[in-house]
T-cell receptor, first 106, second 118 residues
């Protein structure tokens, strides 16, 4: 079993829908990082969390340390949100999830 | 634009060859990280340098080596290339010491170098 699991692996949505991407991990961590990888390959840092919740525009990230779980929410999704979303956790090393591929259709 | 630059963007070479990938961190960042992303393995951490010294090591093969120079740019050297080394190679940078111990600093990624080994 992977130390970092993301769900779902693939997600299709209509423009305007509320999106939730989940990240569960099995190790003790000091931080969790959400990344967005565009179809062209570029990687953008979205959030770094060690507790609680962060919001930036239409994106919200939450983390529950006790339950070893984080969620990334996208409100009012748009086709430009189509990307692969990756969570990474820092334990004694940096471990990446395999990503969630999101496609938002007009 | 993250402020991290990588060259070249694309590299095509043959098995057995040696290549060098270059990364310049964001202004003010002291740490540089190297990652490999292949189709079947996702992102894998290779190595981190902080202010010229190796700080953390991941799944880096012995055929691969890296260094960080006094001006803080970094180079990743890949030798005796194999077909399986074909991947996207990303560099990232952060202000602080990053992965040592329990610390973690937000990392900013470069655009990547796509390496194809034929």
């Amino acid at each position: 079993k992977n130390e970092v699991e993301q769900s779902p692996q693939n997600l299709t949505a209509q423009e305007g829908e509320f999106i939730t991407i989940n990240c569960s991990y099995s190790v003790g961590i000091s931080a969790l990082h959400w990344l967005q990888q565009h179809p062209g390959g570029g990687i953008v840092s979205l959030f770094m969390l060690s507790s609680g919740k962060k919001k930036h525009g239409r994106l919200i990230a939450t983390i529950n340390i006790q339950e070893k779980h984080s969620s990334l929410h996208i409100t009012a999704s748009h086709p430009r949100d189509s990307a692969v979303y990756i969570c990474a956790v820092k334990s004694d090393k940096l471990i990446f999830g395999t990503g969630t591929r999101l496609q938002v259709f007009p | 634009d993250s402020g991290v630059t990588q060259t070249p963007k694309h590299l095509i070479t043959a098995t057995g060859q040696r290549v060098t990938l270059r990364c310049s961190p964001r202004s003010g960042d002291l740490s540089v990280y190297w990652y490999q992303q292949s189709l079947d393995q996702g992102l894998q951490f290779l190595i981190q340098y902080y202010n010229g010294e190796e700080r953390a090591k991941g799944n880096i093969l012995e055929r691969f080596s890296a260094q960080q120079f006094p001006d803080l740019h970094s180079e990743l050297n890949l030798s005796s290339l194999e077909l399986g080394d074909s991947a996207l190679y990303f560099c990232a940078s952060s202000v602080g010491g990053g992965l040592a111990g329990g610390s973690y600093n937000e990392q900013f990624f470069g655009p990547g170098t796509r390496l194809t080994v034929l």
